[in-house]
Nanobody, 119 residues
Framework: QVQLVESGGGLVQPGGSLRLSCAASASRNIFSFNAMAWYRQAPGKERELVATITSGYSTNYADSVKGRFTISRYNAKNTVFLQMNSLKPEDTAVYYC???????????WGQGTQVTVSS
């Protein structure tokens, strides 16, 4: 069973940056063939898709983060990253990684990592 562990969140001022990591406990073959995604869920809101990256390194972003966030992956370490720049208070949420919606059934969700943007 694949386990996903997110890290890198924290408290940052508006305009600041954070880099999130997601480590997957899967064989390299399984991980490298999977598209992966970052999601976030703010209090009282539904989980939303933030960014996706395919096995071929094609990326896609929600309009709300385009130009500010960058998703990347390092298959040798079964890791997906989310570089977040120019953070805004509305980016405050718990961030999770998993496969993109519709790609396959979700892996068990990790605990997520809290990102709080506040002055």
């Amino acid at each position: 069973q694949v386990q996903l562990v997110e890290s890198g969140g924290g408290l940052v001022q508006p305009g600041g940056s954070l880099r999130l990591s997601c480590a997957a406990s899967a064989s390299r073959n399984i991980f490298s063939f999977n598209a992966m995604a970052w999601y976030r869920q703010a209090p009282g809101k539904e989980r939303e898709l933030v960014a996706t990256i395919t096995s071929g390194y094609s990326t896609n972003y929600a309009d709300s983060v385009k130009g500010r966030f960058t998703i990347s992956r390092y298959n040798a370490k079964n890791t997906v990253f989310l570089q977040m720049n120019s953070l805004k208070p509305e980016d405050t949420a718990v961030y999770y990684c998993n496969v993109p919606t519709g790609w396959r059934s979700y892996y068990p969700w990790g605990q997520g990592t809290q990102v709080t943007v506040s002055s």
